[in-house]
């Protein structure tokens, strides 16, 4: 059976140049980074190379990039290590409510320590607006956290401007930008961003890498204590076959990735008007402009998300839902709650992300297969078959709009 990955913010492969970097640290170069004998020499050397790739990445300087297990420890410290270090300022923080949970768990955990979390409201297109950031920064704001783009809508913020306001006011900016490494440019000092989340797996680089940017002069308190390294802000032996992989997609991703974003946004518009214009009754969810490249994201009137990535597990082809369900509730996604969508049609939001390996020929064959099981599940369904069909709310702004040339 052919296996088709469009699913790549959960996993993309590895590229071969990464695997080779990475051989030697689960072999012959066993030893410690932190070990002052021979066998830390080349890891420790191997760990300073890809500090300074990764930060290159992002216009950063070595001295500013903390490694973590990946993108939701990023996260967590962002959020958790801001907060404890400024609450002699005070305990307010400003927030999106379509972040990735990895933030927005924390967020809640806070709110529970004594924290006020003023959230932000997001548009039918996911947009949050910056001027409603300037509006609640108050005295004892200590942080600001907006995600750069969001995995499961695919819209882009207006990160540069909200960073630049959290700026001017003295306050610490984070931005969750996991999702768009690899395919957006990012430059810290042009975003005004503290603190910045990455996750290697997304740009090609090994699962369970990541890293924080944090700025020179900014202070957090660590999450895992008990060890020196990585200042002092990230206790525990480090990866460092992990590290060097990351280190070294970092490396290539920063060379190809104008290369491999318009491969790939080329994809990511057919995909989406293949879809639009061979199926009834499905919008497309998040700005059709303002979006990561490649990223495709609907929702299907009359059927469940889980159901239409089942038939087409069962033709090859990976993706995701935005709609959680458990054996004993269906849960509506917050990211599609918080932009509007019915929930009778959350339930039916599927996502999609491209990246470089994949094909027009494959964009083709989904097309083709995703009409079928659509086709097939609705004759099924019982939501179609409902006497009042009209009492289920459409999207607050259009969502058929087409993508960017």
């Not at 548009?123 to 750069?148: N, Q």
Request: proline content about 5%.
């Amino acid at each position: 059976m052919r296996k088709i990955n469009f699913d790549h913010l959960a996993a993309s492969p590895l590229l071969p140049e990464v695997r080779e970097t990475m051989l030697p640290y689960l072999g012959e170069e066993f030893g410690n980074p932190l070990s002052k004998h021979l066998y830390g020499e080349t890891p420790k050397e191997a760990l300073e190379k890809a500090r300074t790739q990764v930060a290159e990445l992002i216009h950063a300087e070595p001295e500013e990039i903390i490694f973590t297990s990946g993108g939701s420890e990023a996260n967590n410290l962002a959020v958790k290590g801001a907060a404890h270090a400024g609450e002699k300022k005070g305990k307010h923080i400003i927030a999106s409510p379509i972040e990735h949970h990895s933030v927005l768990h924390p967020l809640k955990r806070l709110e529970k320590q004594g924290y006020e979390i003023s959230w932000l409201k997001a548009d039918g297109k996911g947009r949050v607006d910056p001027e409603e950031v300037a509006k609640l920064v108050r005295k004892d704001t200590v942080l600001v956290t907006v995600i750069y783009a969001s995995g499961e809508i695919g819209t882009v913020q207006p990160i540069a401007e909200i960073g630049s306001i959290a700026r001017k006011n003295g306050i610490i900016f984070h931005t969750d930008a996991a999702a768009a490494a690899g395919m957006m440019p990012l430059d810290t000092e042009k975003l005004s961003a503290d603190l910045l989340s990455l996750a290697g797996n997304v740009f090609y680089g090994p699962p369970g890498t990541g890293a924080l940017y944090k700025r020179k002069g900014v202070k957090i308190l660590p999450l895992i204590e008990g060890g020196i390294q990585e200042s002092g802000l990230r206790a525990g032996t480090h990866n460092t076959a992990g590290i060097a992989g990351m280190g070294r997609a970092a490396e290539i991703t920063r060379v190809s990735q104008g290369e491999w974003r318009n491969r790939v946004k080329e994809l990511g518009g057919k995909l989406i008007k293949g879809v639009l214009g061979n199926i009834e009754d499905v919008f497309l969810t998040g700005d059709p402009v303002n979006r990561i490249p490649g990223h495709a994201s609907f929702c299907v009137k009359f059927i469940e998300g889980e159901s239409i990535l089942l038939h087409l597990n069962f033709s090859g082809i990976a993706g995701t839902s935005g709609s959680t369900c458990s054996s004993e509730s269906l849960k509506v996604s917050h990211v599609l709650e918080a932009i509007g969508i019915d929930p009778v049609w959350a339930q039916g939001s599927v996502v999609f992300t491209l990246g470089i390996d994949n094909t027009e020929e494959e964009v083709d064959y989904f097309v083709g297969e995703l009409s079928q099981a659509v086709g097939k599940l609705r004759r099924m369904s019982p939501i179609l078959n409902a006497e009042d069909v009209s009492k289920f709310k459409d999207p607050p702004h259009d969502h058929h709009g087409e993508t960017e040339e």
